[in-house]
């Protein structure tokens, strides 16, 4: 979709580019929960192929190792089942981006039941007490999720960090009259933890590859979806 000369970064330009080989977004009209009808969208779940994961997980790698000022982390925590794999696969392009710096992350997940045999628990992989934990998932939408992996972190004695996402839609929460301005979930999320919400697109970062490959007609309904939903944080 975008080349370099789009004006994002090569590895940002190259998950988009991916993005549109997978069909993972898409232009068109999609009916979302809240009733909306936006002129794109995007399912992760499209990235199952190994060369399409690759790409998403090294786009995850550098967004995570380009974030200024400088994350200080110990852990991913990938909320089951969807952060499951994106975690996992993450620590590594991790560690290959940076081995020195990222070398001894590791990646950790919830069980959706605790496990009362053998060694018990409800994680797998690393523990999270008195580590410095960053979340992993595909999206925000309503925000409970997110909500119910801070509890898990904040139960087992960890600190949160950051919290890392695929895709930010940069809009506002629904409410009962649309056309009024308001915050969206992913900035009501950044204040009530204080922690930065990273991700590796934008809206605005969509907006751009459009603008670079000449695609008027959906880089214009997505302008105008922006203008009418957009946020204000």
């Known amino acids: ?38 002129p794109y969208f995007f399912n992760a779940g499209k990235f199952h192929k190994a060369h399409l994961f690759d790409a998403l997980s090294t786009a995850f790698g550098h967004t995570l190792a380009s974030y200024e000022p400088k994350l200080s982390l110990n852990v991913l925590f990938g909320p089951a089942f969807k952060g499951i794999p994106l975690a996992s696969a993450a620590v590594i392009k ?24 053998g060694d018990g628990g409800s994680l797998v992989g690393a523990s999270l007490k008195g580590q410095r934990v960053v979340i992993i998932d595909d999206v925000i939408t309503a925000g409970t999720a997110i909500r119910e992996a801070i509890d898990i972190i904040q139960r087992e004695g960890g600190t ?14 629904p409410s009962d009259d649309d056309d009024k301005p308001g915050p969206s979930t992913i900035g009501e999320v950044r204040r009530q933890y204080g922690v930065p919400v990273m991700a590796i697109l934008t809206l605005d970062d969509i907006i751009e590859g459009l603008r670079s490959t000449g695609n008027e007609e959906d880089f214009k309904r997505v302008e105008e979806y ?7 944080d």
Do not use: H
């Open 1 to 38: 979709m975008p080349t370099a000369a789009s004006g994002l970064p090569q590895w940002k330009a190259n998950f988009l580019e991916a993005c549109t080989r997978a069909e993972a977004l898409t232009f068109g009209d999609y009916k979302l929960k809240s009733g909306r009808i936006s």
């Open 160 to 173: 949160l960090v950051g919290i890392v996402i695929a895709v930010d839609r940069m809009e506002k929460i």
């Open 226 to 232: 922006r203008a009418k939903y957009g946020a204000t």
């Open 94 to 117: 991790l560690a290959g981006i940076d081995q020195e710096r990222f070398g001894e992350v590791s990646y950790s997940f919830n069980r959706k039941e605790k496990k009362e045999y």
